[in-house]
């Protein structure tokens, strides 16, 4: 089966500019996820879908950060404006769940962004 | 929320030697716990995961012991190889919601 698909895999900016990044998960998982992995780190949770749902953003930086996912399938995650600490892999997953409980979750390739 | 703490966050071994990664982890509630296997520039990869109602699983070199009463949980690498080296991350689910470790560098020496 074909995996999560992330574009752009890289995107340079300057800082105060916007950027978006685009994001397709497997076939039939209903649950997707955007994590900002800053190097060194792990992944931190920004957003997390339930088909077109949110379920938990907690963590997003509501003041320059948004996601969407209109059709409960592809999603869109925005910065705007970018800030030179946005610089990080921002990594998509998706889930399903799996028979007796607990989600395995696949991971994208994920979009490198540098903000100048 | 869940708070995952892993150590060490750096790992040197002998090619042949067994690597061990402990992670801890709060919340009772979580129930699922993979464990993610991260080469430089690319996407983490689910190498192992065991779920709350087992105690162990075992797949070639890898494994992985789960203590509920105590809330941890470990990765086991045998007959480490050069290929093993990366980082690795610990993950704990509640069954939807994923709270991951700060990772672990594994450097497997030749």
């Known amino acids: 089966e074909a995996g999560v698909a992330q574009s752009p895999r890289y995107k340079i900016i300057e800082k105060r500019q916007s950027v978006a990044f685009w994001c397709n998960p497997i076939s039939g998982h209903a649950t997707l996820y955007w994590y900002q992995q800053i190097l060194g780190q792990g992944p931190k949770l920004l957003i997390q879908f339930q088909n077109n749902g949110v379920v938990d953003d907690s963590q997003l930086p509501k003041d320059r950060f948004s996601a969407e996912r209109l059709k409960g399938v592809d999603s869109t995650l925005k910065i705007q404006p970018a800030k030179l600490e946005d610089s990080a892999v921002y990594l998509c997953a998706s889930s399903s769940r799996l028979a007796g409980g607990g989600n395995e979750q696949f991971f994208g390739p994920g979009t490198r962004l540098t903000v100048l | ?110």
Request: proline share 5%.
């Open chain 2, 1 to 110: 929320g869940e708070n995952v703490e892993q150590h060490p966050s750096t790992l040197s071994v002998q090619e042949g030697d067994s690597a061990v990664i402990k992670c801890t982890y709060s919340d009772s509630a979580s129930n699922y716990f993979p464990w993610y296997k991260q080469e430089l520039g690319k996407r983490p990869q689910l190498i192992i995961d065991i779920r709350s109602n087992v105690g162990e699983k075992k797949d070639q070199r890898i494994a992985v012991t789960l203590n509920k009463t105590a809330k941890h949980f470990s990765l086991h690498i045998t007959e480490t190889q050069p290929e093993d080296s990366a980082v690795y991350f610990c993950a704990a689910s509640t069954g939807n919601q994923f709270y991951f470790g700060t990772g672990t560098s594994l450097t497997v020496i030749p």
